[in-house]
């Protein structure tokens, strides 16, 4: 559930959310029921839509028809969710009853969460945590300001610089997600709104979404209802050599004009395979084995732009051969047995594209992690593959670890 959702609920139904057991009954659930990662994803967003009121409870059982699976006991799922999650919430949601009953259940006893509505807790002159525990604990935190102008929401209207209201900003700028080193510092460096700060604010801000995105610990001071924020001292003593942000960014771009132009229109690429995107893959079979990167990357642009690389990965045996081999190699046989379940389409195409530049066309680290930024961005709101180290202001593979025989991101 995004930020600004959970804010918008009550304080007993926020730190409902936030507790622990209710994490613990959604994983008993997800556990009894045997549901894989998409299935997962799927019943986290309906509870999530029936607790923000956009879904009727007692529509949930025919919502979650669409989980995507014909062996499941989708009345049985239902009937845990709504007792389990549903119930303790009953005063607010309503009509939780009515839903267990058409279930075929028994409604347990009546439970009720105490009002916290009057019992406002407000945020001090000094407190460290990230921001979503800050958020959680401090009811006006959220509605404190960042910087002393106004800043321009998303429909064009002015607004307190509270940071609900940037990071508002901050997500309609990027896009929804996970955002990388990189993305933050484009969204610093080139956003309208952050043009208009002044270099502390600046600051302050870029620490306080390093602690929405990592949920990295900040130091935050409140002077007369203005936020500061800044990094904990061992933090900043990690990151006391100071790079250009904006000449990183700027040697990016131009890198990226660069492969841009070198690259072959997709007309020419589909003009060879005969307008049949299938047999792209064959050409980027035979390039590879050419080492041609200037076709090889070409045909990567359009796999991608005809959102047909995610399929070439996982059903044309061909690259599943060699890149389960490239996995085998590099983390251990047991994580290529673990990569044909493997559900993370941004994982499966950072191996994809680290064994075609790296492995395949022996491309430099910053030549193939600008090219893997450059592909990976053509995906409407994909996370990225790339981060741009600070220390030293060049763009680098997003780093991978390998815990119990799976493969899983070391963020950075």
């Not at 700060?197 to 302050?204: F, I, P």
């Not at 700027?250 to 690259?263: V, Y």
């Not at 064994?355 to 395949?360: A, C, E, P, R, T």
């Not at 202001?393 to 815990?403: F, I, P, S, V």
Request: aromatic share 8%; charged share 25%.
């Amino acid at each position: 559930m995004e930020i600004s959702d959970l804010q918008s609920l009550p304080l007993e139904i926020k730190n409902y959310l936030l507790d622990e057991n209710t994490s613990s009954n959604n994983i008993k659930i997800i556990e009894k029921f045997y549901l894989n990662n998409q299935q997962v994803d799927f019943l986290m967003n309906l509870e999530n839509k029936v607790i923000l009121k956009n879904v009727s409870c007692i529509d949930f059982p025919k919502e979650l028809e669409y989980i995507g699976s014909d062996l499941l006991d989708i009345r049985g799922l239902a009937l845990e969710v709504a007792i389990n999650i549903f119930w303790p919430i009953q005063d607010y949601l309503g009509n939780v009853d009515r839903l267990i009953l058409r279930l075929g259940g028994k409604v347990p006893k009546a439970q009720h969460l105490p009002s916290l509505t009057l019992q406002q807790k407000t945020f001090p002159s000094l407190a460290k945590g990230t921001v979503d525990q800050l958020m959680a604990e401090y009811d006006d935190f959220s509605a404190l300001r960042v910087s002393a102008k106004k800043i321009v929401n998303s429909e064009g209207h002015l607004v307190p610089p509270s940071l609900d209201n940037w990071i508002k900003d901050y997500v309609h700028y990027l896009g929804a997600g996970y955002h990388n080193s990189l993305q933050r510092a484009q969204y610093l460096a080139k956003s309208p709104n952050a043009l208009g700060l002044a270099d502390g604010e600046r600051e302050s801000l870029r620490c306080f979404l390093l602690s929405y995105d990592d949920k990295l610990p900040i130091q935050v001071e409140n002077s007369e209802g203005v936020l500061k924020a800044e990094l904990p001292q061992e933090k900043i003593e990690e990151s006391a050599q100071v790079i250009d942000i904006e000449r990183s960014i700027a040697d990016l771009e131009n890198n990226i004009r660069k492969l841009d132009q070198l690259l072959l229109p997709e007309s020419f690429v589909l003009s060879e395979a005969g307008n049949d995107i299938y047999k792209v893959r064959d050409i980027l079979w035979n390039a590879i084995g050419l080492s041609d990167k200037e076709k090889v990357l070409s045909c990567l642009k359009v796999l991608v732009s005809r959102k047909s690389l995610d399929s070439l990965i996982k059903e044309d045996s061909r690259f599943v051969s060699i890149l389960k081999r490239f996995v085998g190699i590099r983390y251990g046989l047991a994580l290529s047995v673990w990569f044909e379940t493997n559900q993370d389409k941004l994982l499966a195409r950072r191996l994809f594209l680290e064994l075609i530049l790296v492995d395949k066309l022996r491309m430099s680290e910053t030549e193939s992690a600008v090219a893997a930024f450059y592909l990976t961005s053509q995906w409407a709101q994909s996370g990225q593959v790339t981060y741009l180290d600070q220390k030293d202001g060049q763009l680098k593979w997003r780093n991978l670890q390998a815990t119990k025989n799976q493969l899983s991101w070391l963020d950075n």
